[in-house]
């Protein structure tokens, strides 16, 4: 709670006794910070040790990008391959792409026992940001925060506590990718019936699999309510941006999906 109340108030961290950077340095670097209030952000962002601001990356960026984009690809290709989901316009297939790769990307991190872990942000220097006048090519972005991945986390050993076979996280992403709330859908009456349609099937394997565990069904579905915890820019920043530099990722993926 405490960080939490940090975070609103003005983080702390910044009184905690420690040396002060070179006044002149420091002073000079305070005025051209001045001229953007977003920049400011993401600087605090960086030096802050509380956990909600806390900036971090990846620790083993080259393998666990790797292991993530395989994983994105995947996914983009478990979308195309359902018939049902070709049938709809491509208009909805973008809006069900924009709203549910995040959800199904995790999923697939899960299923595929993707572990991984992370280190503090390397700030820029305080000379290079002088140099640089204060603008920065990502001051616009928000930079993943220790806090965020530590709810993803969280999620994915939710998931492997209740070790789901293969057709349970089949139809769950089924579930999660035919999504009737999201707005503009043209085809939202057929997408509900998609989603009631892999509901069914998810809780109709349940019997055969744990026939003495009658509260499964309840316990996925709570579980996959977690999934939309973790923004999708978290997932971007965290494990696409090394990759595709200052790319749209949804446009990269939109040309995946609608690509014959």
């Given at each position: 709670m405490a960080c939490i109340e940090e975070f609103y108030s003005g983080c702390r961290c910044s009184s905690n006794g420690e040396r002060q950077p070179n006044a002149i340095l420091y002073n000079i670097l305070s005025q051209k910070e001045n001229h953007s209030n977003s920049h400011n952000y993401s600087v605090s962002q960086r030096n802050c040790h509380c956990e909600v601001r806390r900036s971090v990356c990846l620790k083993t960026p080259v393998l666990t990008c790797q292991v993530a984009s395989d994983v994105l690809v995947r996914t983009v290709r478990f979308m195309k391959n359902l018939p049902s989901f070709q049938q709809l316009p491509d208009k909805d297939q973008l809006s069900l792409l924009q709203s549910g790769w995040a959800p199904l990307f995790i999923l697939g991190l899960a299923q595929e026992g993707v572990s991984f872990e992370v280190t503090d942000s390397p700030a820029p220097s305080m000379l290079k940001r002088i140099l640089l006048n204060g603008q920065r090519e990502d001051s616009d972005r928000a930079h993943p925060t220790l806090a965020g991945v530590q709810r993803l986390k969280s999620c994915l050993n939710k998931f492997?506590?209740?070790?789901?076979?293969?057709?349970?996280?089949?139809?769950?992403?089924?579930?999660?990718?035919?999504?009737?709330?999201?707005?503009?859908?043209?085809?939202?009456?057929?997408?509900?019936?998609?989603?009631?349609?892999?509901?069914?099937?998810?809780?109709?394997i349940l019997v055969p699999l744990h026939p003495e565990d009658r509260g499964r069904f309840a316990r996925i579905l709570l579980t996959a309510s977690t999934l939309n915890t973790t923004p999708p820019a978290l997932i971007t920043e965290l494990f696409f941006r090394p990759v595709i530099g200052q790319a749209d990722l949804l446009e990269l993926l939109a040309e995946m999906l609608l690509t014959k």
């Open positions: 492997w506590s209740l070790d789901l076979s293969p057709k349970e996280y089949a139809y769950l992403k089924g579930a999660m990718l035919f999504n009737p709330d999201v707005p503009g859908l043209r085809s939202s009456v057929f997408i509900d019936s998609l989603q009631q349609e892999a509901q069914r099937a998810l809780r109709e």
